[in-house]
């Protein structure tokens, strides 16, 4: 379960950027408490639903991933492209993504897709997922720089990406959406789906995704 440690915990691992690091040291007993940062406003923008396919889809179908997990890259390289094709352009299916970060690196991906544009957070999640190999785990680089290369190829300044890095406001409200989606939807790992009022975890092949989705009404 995903508590108010394990937040703190992830959010810790962001250092220097979403590092959340006067409240933790305090928590820690390491420093003077400080005041929290003011929560993300209810209607902030960058919260609001991620989704490709059409509103009256038949079926909607809710992803839970994790920008470093090589089981939602795994789903994003070889059953995600004929999903998109099959399901969801042809108008069967509409799929929300939810974040559900593991790490630190993986919130911190997370709050760079939701600070693009709507319609440039699918292209980059995708991006993202299918070159996970060079970023988030390159050797003898910093994945948060190589981070910000795919980021810059998205249109985001060093300036704003930076910024992204440092909003506490935008970690916690990620996170808090983490923990609602645990309580929810039961998830504990990822990628998870959720077909109607069923949660199915773990990487799928292509045909057992489209029979789940016929099952699904």
Same mark, same amino acid.
């Given at each position: 379960?995903?508590?108010?440690? !394990?937040?703190?915990?992830?959010?810790?691992?962001?250092?220097?950027?979403?590092?959340?690091?006067?409240?933790?040291? !305090?928590?820690? =007993?390491?420093?003077? #408490?400080? $005041?929290?940062?003011? $929560?993300?406003?209810?209607?902030?923008? %960058?919260?609001?639903?991620?989704?490709? =396919?059409?509103?009256?889809?038949?079926?909607?179908?809710?992803? @839970? +991933?994790?920008?470093?997990?090589?089981?939602?890259?795994? +789903?994003?390289?070889?059953? @995600?492209?004929?999903?998109?094709?099959?399901?969801?352009?042809?108008?069967?299916? %509409?799929?929300?993504?939810?974040?559900?970060?593991?790490?630190?690196?993986?919130? &911190?991906?997370?709050?760079?897709?939701?600070?693009?544009?709507?319609? %440039? @957070?699918?292209? +980059?999640?995708?991006?993202?997922?299918?070159?996970?190999?060079?970023? #988030?785990? &390159?050797? =003898?680089?910093? $994945?948060?720089?190589?981070?910000?290369?795919?980021?810059?190829?998205?249109?985001?300044?060093?300036?704003? @990406?930076?910024?992204?890095?440092?909003?506490?406001?935008?970690?916690? #409200?990620?996170?808090?959406?983490?923990?609602?989606?645990?309580?929810?939807? *039961?998830?504990?790992?990822?990628?998870?789906?959720?077909?109607? *009022?069923?949660?199915?975890?773990? *990487?799928?092949?292509?045909?057992? +995704?489209?029979?789940?989705? #016929?099952?699904?009404?």
């Amino acid at each position: 379960m995903l508590d108010r440690r !394990s937040i703190l915990t992830i959010a810790a691992s962001l250092a220097p950027g979403l590092a959340l690091a006067p409240r933790l040291a !305090s928590a820690q =007993g390491a420093a003077p #408490a400080q $005041p929290a940062p003011p $929560p993300l406003a209810a209607d902030d923008p %960058r919260m609001s639903e991620r989704s490709v =396919g059409r509103v009256d889809a038949p079926v909607t179908v809710i992803e @839970y +991933f994790s920008l470093t997990c090589g089981h939602c890259a795994a +789903f994003h390289r070889e059953t @995600y492209p004929k999903v998109k094709s099959d399901l969801i352009e042809s108008g069967r299916m %509409r799929l929300v993504f939810r974040d559900f970060p593991l790490d630190g690196l993986a919130l &911190a991906a997370s709050a760079v897709a939701r600070s693009l544009p709507p319609e %440039r @957070y699918e292209p +980059f999640i995708s991006t993202l997922l299918s070159s996970q190999d060079r970023w #988030a785990f &390159a050797r =003898g680089g910093d $994945p948060r720089e190589e981070l910000f290369k795919v980021a810059a190829l998205a249109g985001m300044s060093r300036a704003k @990406y930076d910024e992204v890095l440092a909003d506490q406001a935008l970690a916690r #409200a990620i996170l808090a959406a983490r923990v609602a989606g645990q309580q929810e939807h *039961n998830v504990t790992s990822t990628p998870s789906f959720v077909f109607g *009022n069923r949660t199915v975890p773990g *990487n799928m092949a292509f045909a057992r +995704f489209a029979a789940l989705v #016929a099952e699904t009404r």
